[in-house]
């Protein structure tokens, strides 16, 4: 029993990163959050650690591409909040029968591509979405200290400063010219990190406009958005859909007998305004107040008068 619980306590294949205590997942894209991740895990439980290292990293741990160099610069990204999105916006085509169903899912695809492509019309520039993120990063890298490590090299190092008595300064190592940083998220999202962000501010002293317009990946620009939308699904009229004499129809499935139905109309002696006047009557010994399952039970109990309905 202790292993089942620590399986479901501190792993779960293919989710980001390592697990910290309270079955908390923590996507570490450094070494060192790795590093402190396993820590507080062996502080929880050396079973739970032995179990999780055991398991392919590549699998699981968001850490796994700085030793593994064959993995796609996105490894580790889940798409949960995405896929829930999807069935919400796809929830009423649930309940109809499957042709209905796919026009359905067709109508609301298309009507969706329709609106977008209206609101994006004409736009330029990065998505209001990481601009924010951007603009967040901008004010937050002011306090940070960048350092030239190799002269004419493009590697720097870049202090952030805590934010609270209890945060620890933390450094990181950046390659300029091949766009990557120790904390992880510059390579494996393609937009500047808040580390990046200082070192082209501070050493490069580049506006964020500028950093917006040529440190910033295309498929985060609007110019992708449009050219995403710029096709829309052709649909197909139901009225024009003939039995081809191969496919099919639905099977119709039956329900069960004995099974309870969604609304049950159960007037049993509890239930009932007046116990004497109840509906339910024995099969058995044809009297109210009980039915056959709990007659026999009464048989066996020699109290005639007691009520099990």
């Known amino acids: 029993m202790d292993d089942i619980m620590l399986k479901s306590t501190f792993c ?3 989710h980001s990163g390592p697990f910290v205590p309270g079955g908390k997942r923590r996507r570490a894209f450094s070494g060192y959050e790795s590093r402190r991740c396993w820590a ?5 439980s050396s079973k739970g650690r032995a179990y999780l290292e055991g398991i392919p990293k590549e699998q699981w741990q968001g850490t796994e591409w700085i030793e593994n160099p064959s993995l796609p610069p996105r490894f580790g990204i889940v798409t949960t909040n995405m896929s829930e999105s999807a069935n919400s916006m796809l929830e009423k085509a649930r309940t109809a029968s499957w042709l209905d169903c796919i026009d359905k899912i067709l109508s609301i695809m298309l009507e969706r591509i329709c609106t977008l492509r209206e609101k994006h019309r004409g736009r330029s520039s990065v998505v209001d979405e990481m601009r924010g993120i951007l603009e967040k990063r901008w004010n937050n890298c002011a306090g940070f200290q960048v350092w030239e490590l190799l002269e004419n090299g493009g590697i720097f190092r870049a202090c952030r400063t805590s934010r609270g008595p209890t945060e620890t300064e933390r450094s ?3 390659h300029v010219r091949e766009q990557t940083c120790g904390c992880g998220k510059w390579q494996d999202h393609e937009v500047p990190c808040i580390d990046a962000i200082a070192y082209y501010k501070k050493i490069e002293k580049q506006t964020l406009q500028y950093i917006i317009d040529n440190h910033v990946s295309g498929q985060y620009k609007f110019e992708t958005v449009n050219e995403l939308l710029k096709d829309n699904i052709i649909p197909v009229c139901l009225e024009t859909i003939s039995a081809d004499g191969i496919t099919l129809p639905p099977n119709v499935v039956k329900r069960p007998s004995g099974r309870p ?3 049950r109309l159960r007037k049993r002696t509890r239930f009932a305004h007046d116990p004497q006047k109840s509906n339910i009557r024995c099969s058995r010994c044809k009297k109210t107040r009980h039915n056959v399952r709990t007659c026999l039970r009464r048989d066996g109990g020699g109290n ?3 009520d099990l309905s």
Request: proline content about 6%; hydrophobic content about 55%; glycine content about 0%.
């Open 12 to 14: 779960v294949p293919y």
């Open 40 to 44: 507080a895990i062996e502080q929880v």
């Open 172 to 174: 990181y190592v950046l």
């Open 261 to 263: 139905k969604k609304v």
């Open 304 to 306: 005639a008068d007691l």
